[in-house]
């Protein structure tokens, strides 16, 4: 009775501790795929955020613009890296190059549209006082990348006086041009937030302008960091945007009325 009582026993544990040493070795191969998996899924999602960040860094500009000032035009020229004529550029708000010209202290203000009738080369005459100012080349070149910076250029003999005035922050933000009071309503002005500029005109609606109900140019104090907005909407003067980093900006929008074109200008501190 003993010797089959103590078989029982040693059966028992012999079974009770093999399925243990088994639950243990398939907790651990379950564990051993699921780090495996999850180090797998990481990285892969790395990749991912790597091809991202690729494409919005693409890196060096494949076109560079050039600006002279000639016989009373403007003239601009676009070539690749190499040197040769760019002229394959895709359609932007019905024209294939937008040229903004603002002074040195940004009181200034023209929107341009340069025509070509050679390759790579866009030229449109101007009505520039003479002192110092920043171009801003805007296209988009078919399968190339672009970036647009400033190009300084000078009309006339140089001009310090007034050059270095800082912009005044606007503590009302309505303007009125053209008989036409239009009112900037931003629903934010922090850095790093996505904002909604909205614009109050009075109860007027725009024409449409170059395919949409408005324009916005937005440039820092500096103005070196160009931000061209659009409506978010068709038929609302909304627009959406983000400053990166905090200071002083100012923004023109841009509204047509009974066939003209009027610019507000706007200065705003981004905290």
Known sequence: ???WAISALVYL???????YVYASFSETESHNE????HDQEVEGNHGQEHEENAD???????VTPSLEVENGELIITLKDLDGNPV??????HEKLLHLIVVSNNLKEYQHLHPQTNEPGVFKVPHSLPAGEYKAFVDIKPTGKTYEVTPIPFMVGEHHNEHEGDSLTVDTELTKEAGGHTVKLLPSSLKVNEDIQLTFDLGGEIPEQYLGALGHVVILDEKGENYIHVHPLDGNKPVFA???KEPGVYKI????????QVF?????????
Do not use: Q
Request: proline share 2%; hydrophobic share 35%.
């Open 1 to 3: 009775m003993k010797k």
């Open 241 to 243: 945007t983000k400053f």
């Open 34 to 37: 699921t780090n495996t998996a």
């Open 56 to 62: 919005n860094h693409s890196g060096e500009s494949e």
């Open 252 to 259: 023109w929008a841009e509204f047509k009325f009974n066939g």
């Open 263 to 271: 610019v507000y200008p706007y200065v705003v501190e981004i905290k």
């Open 87 to 92: 002229s394959d550029l895709e359609v932007n």
């Open 13 to 19: 544990f012999v079974i009770v501790g093999g399925y």
